[in-house]
């Protein structure tokens, strides 16, 4: 079993910066394709940005493409999201997920949330205008 925990989040103005960080626990992270995905208030869960299992390849969505970059340190059992010129339209909870099947290639279809096993319980994320 896989336990996710995800920190960082708080509230920033708009142009902003944060970190996310998502550190797994229980068993080993550094063999799966890890994930953050974001739910705003009233929308559905939308993915945000994918890597590998060893970091070598990523995936962003359109809306955060050149503003977020996600990262991880397999040593650490940890996965970041660097968000910077934040907006206010950032503002959801942010959720990492881990995919649960080994060395996987990070492809399109890994921005589907039914990709993914296990799932962190989130951590806000607000930007004041």
């Known amino acids: 079993q896989v336990h996710l925990l995800e920190s960082g989040g708080g509230l920033v103005q708009a142009g902003g910066s944060l970190r996310l960080s998502c550190a797994g626990s229980?068993?080993?992270?550094?063999?799966?394709?890890m994930a953050w995905f974001r739910q705003a208030p009233g929308k559905e869960r939308e993915f945000v940005a994918a890597?590998?299992?060893?970091?070598?390849?990523?995936y962003y969505a359109d809306s955060v493409k050149g503003r977020f970059t996600i990262s991880r340190d397999n040593a650490e059992n940890t996965v970041y999201l660097q968000m910077s010129s934040l907006k206010p339209e950032d503002t959801a909870v942010y959720c990492c997920?881990?995919?649960?099947?080994?060395?996987?290639?990070?492809?399109?279809?890994?921005?589907?949330?039914?990709?993914?096993?296990?799932w962190g319980q989130g951590t806000q994320v607000t930007v004041s205008s």
């Open positions: 997920a881990a995919d649960g099947r080994y060395y996987r290639t990070l492809g399109p279809v890994q921005v589907r949330g039914s990709q993914y096993a296990y």
């Open positions: 890597i590998s299992w060893s970091g070598s390849s990523t």
């Open positions: 229980g068993r080993a992270i550094n063999s799966y394709t």
